[in-house]
């Protein structure tokens, strides 16, 4: 688990680089890199840990990941089954603005431009009411090479900083307090956690993973996401009872509570009431009520 400074492929001099990827599933690191991303997922279901928040994506979605901001798109489990016909799909464009294109941007006719990228450096989601005609623009400047993908692409910009009610990622700043032993250590955590969340996941052992005291790993946590152990833990276990829940995979809520790491049912409608707003049977009913609109 050493990866986290991310180096991006380029091939020959581009200001935007393209990556399409067309995988079993998406890269396993909490990673970051230097430049600003924006991820189309054409294809793919999972969990995004973007700075100190986590977040449901599938296929369709789009976001953007801010320059050196630690981000992971964990696929789900199914598509590490070795038997399974599943495969994940994206179009990402990478660009940096501490390059010569930063200081384009700063012209004043891009102006909008510019404050929206400024405002995107936490990461945001695009609405869902703006996706199909933004994964349209995306789609079309893929084929563009370059002076063309580069008109484009500020064209594409202009089109994302007119959408409205982007969902912010993050609220902290992952640029200036994670430094790179710091993202190792953070990975490993995350990842461990990952694996072990139905589990029953002792202070004690997650602080052996951290290599710290049990004292000093709940400070370090505190510090470098803002909030507890337990608190991540607990969003991680309701993130995939809402997955469960939207899949129709199971056959009651105490069910759903053992099997996302919950001892009892009553703890679980506590927390994710807490978190989701609603209780596990309020949020069925109105998932299942939109999903029949």
């Known amino acids: ?19 399409e990827d067309i995988l079993p599933h998406f890269y396993t690191h909490l990673h ?38 630690p981000h ?9 089954n070795t038997n399974a016909k599943s495969s994940v799909h994206s179009i990402t464009y990478f660009f940096n603005t501490n390059s010569l294109f930063g200081e384009i941007l700063k012209l004043p006719e891009l102006k909008s ?63 200036n307090h994670i430094s790179e032993s710091q993202g190792l250590r953070m990975n490993d955590i995350y990842q461990y956690t990952m694996l072990h969340y139905t589990e029953t996941i002792t202070l004690s052992e997650i602080a052996k993973v951290a290599y710290l005291t049990p004292q000093a790993f709940c400070r370090y946590f505190k510090k470098h996401t803002r909030k507890t152990y337990i608190t991540f833990l607990n969003e991680i276990r309701i993130t995939e009872a809402c997955k469960k829940i939207m899949q129709g995979d199971f056959e009651s809520f105490a069910s759903i509570a053992y099997k996302t790491g919950f001892s009892n049912v009553v703890t679980f409608n506590r927390v994710f009431k807490k978190l989701v707003g609603r209780s596990p049977s309020g949020y069925t009913k109105e998932y299942f009520g939109k999903a029949g609109d």
């Open 72 to 80: 992971l798109f964990k696929s789900d489990p199914k598509y590490f």
């Open 1 to 19: 688990m050493k990866v986290v400074q991310f180096t991006i492929p380029v091939a020959g001099e581009q200001t935007v680089i393209m990556q």
């Open 32 to 69: 970051r890199h230097m430049e600003t991303q924006i991820t189309w997922i054409v294809k793919g279901e999972g969990t995004l840990l973007t700075g100190d928040h986590m977040h449901r994506f599938q296929s369709g979605d789009i976001f953007i990941i801010g320059a050196n901001q």
């Open 113 to 175: 431009i510019s404050k929206f990228i400024a405002n995107a450096t936490l990461g945001m989601q695009l609405p869902k009411e703006y996706i199909s005609v933004a994964s349209d623009a995306m789609k079309i400047l893929k084929d563009k090479k370059n002076a063309n993908r580069l008109a484009g692409f500020i064209q594409l910009l202009h089109l994302f900083s007119s959408f409205k009610k982007w969902k912010m990622l993050s609220t902290i700043s992952a640029t």
